[in-house]
């Protein structure tokens, strides 16, 4: 027998990630998934803005890993809740996963829920976790042809973040071109350019936080 | 990329609809991704290889197909297929357009069909 089907692989993630979502908006909770190669400073980033807006966000974080839980502790140690998901070896996290560590968190009470993905720019993109947006991270220590090499993300991508531009001087990370590639890919991509470690920039990037905050709320 | 995790999830929805259709004995599975999907075809072999070995569906073939990239332009309508993955540098044959288009084909991975016996 010859049986003609037509069912999309990844219907059970996307059927997960819509119930997600619906929970997230009934809870107006803006919830951002975190996409980067490892070390382009996710991490650094959410340290960052969960200690600067601790007092105007109640924030939450979903640590996605393949083993530890050093990042959980570096984001708890900000007083913000988290939770880590040891993937043992995946690579991505996937929205069965998210669902399974919800109820860590008071929905309610949150105002933003970061989803920090396993370091890898190619798999996570794949997987819905019912987010609002996906952020791409990059950062001036990489090349500045990844939005070109791994091009689906940057599609995807709500915002694009370029981290560590205190090395700019040092290094040959060219930021008008790695912009202009992430343009031509995603016309409505917005830029960031930061520094985790001077704090350069970041201020953009918490001024379109408190707009999409304010958007899921309204 | 993740193509075991993929084929699990091919071989969850083969079981399915074996169960649906009160079918038991697997011939072949046809799986049909995009040129986009970032899909490595030898590893999704692999990848069945491996899961049905010693599985109800040993012995069970896989074929695998390829979806071309199917291109709307967003000017001018005109429709077209391309095997250049970074389309989106591409200028539309017809107005010439640069980097407008929409995705008609070539996203995404699908179980297309099976054959089984009772």
């Not at chain 1, 001077?198 to 001024?207: S, V």
């Not at chain 2, 591409?90 to 288009?101: R, T, V």
């Not at chain 2, 929409?102 to 995404?108: L, Q, R, T």
């Amino acid at each position: 027998m010859d049986i003609s089907i037509e069912r999309n692989i990844l219907e059970a993630n996307d059927c997960i990630a819509g119930e997600l979502r619906e929970i997230f908006a009934k809870n107006k909770v803006l919830v951002l998934n975190l996409i980067s190669s490892p070390g382009s400073g996710k991490t650094s980033l959410l340290e960052k803005t969960l200690s600067d807006l601790r007092n105007e966000f109640k924030m939450g974080v979903i640590e996605g890993d393949c083993q530890t839980d050093n990042d959980a502790k570096r984001v708890a140690a900000t007083g913000a809740k988290a939770v880590q998901i040891n993937t043992d070896g995946g690579c991505h996290l996937d929205s069965k996963m998210i669902k399974n560590v919800i109820s860590a968190f008071d929905l309610s009470e949150l105002d933003i829920l970061f989803i920090e993905n396993v370091g890898n720019l190619v798999c996570p993109v794949e997987f819905d976790c019912g987010e609002d947006a996906k952020i791409a991270l990059l950062s001036a220590a990489e090349g500045d042809d990844k939005p070109e090499k791994y091009p689906r993300l940057f599609q995807l991508a709500h915002a694009m973040v370029i981290n560590k531009v205190d090395l700019l001087d040092y290094v040959d990370f060219d930021v008008a071109k790695a912009s202009k590639f992430g343009k031509a890919l995603n016309g409505d991509i917005e830029i960031f350019e930061v520094s985790c470690r001077t704090c350069q920039g970041l201020q953009n990037w918490y001024a379109w936080l408190r707009k999409q905050v304010a958007c899921k709320q309204r | 990329m993740h193509e075991v995790s993929l084929m699990t999830n091919v071989l969850e929805l083969v079981a399915q609809e074996m169960e649906k259709h009160k079918v038991a004995k697997l011939r072949s599975i046809t799986v049909r991704y995009g040129v986009l999907s970032n899909i490595v075809a030898d590893s999704l072999a692999f990848a069945f290889e491996v899961l049905t070995k010693d599985s109800e569906f040993a012995g069970a073939k896989l074929n695998l197909v390829k979806d071309e990239l199917a291109l709307k332009c967003r000017l001018c309508s005109h429709s077209f297929i391309t095997d250049q993955k970074d389309y989106f540098f591409l200028a539309c044959p017809k107005c010439g357009e640069e980097g407008s288009f929409e995705i008609v084909k070539g996203e995404g991975i699908f179980l297309d069909r099976i054959e089984a016996d009772e």
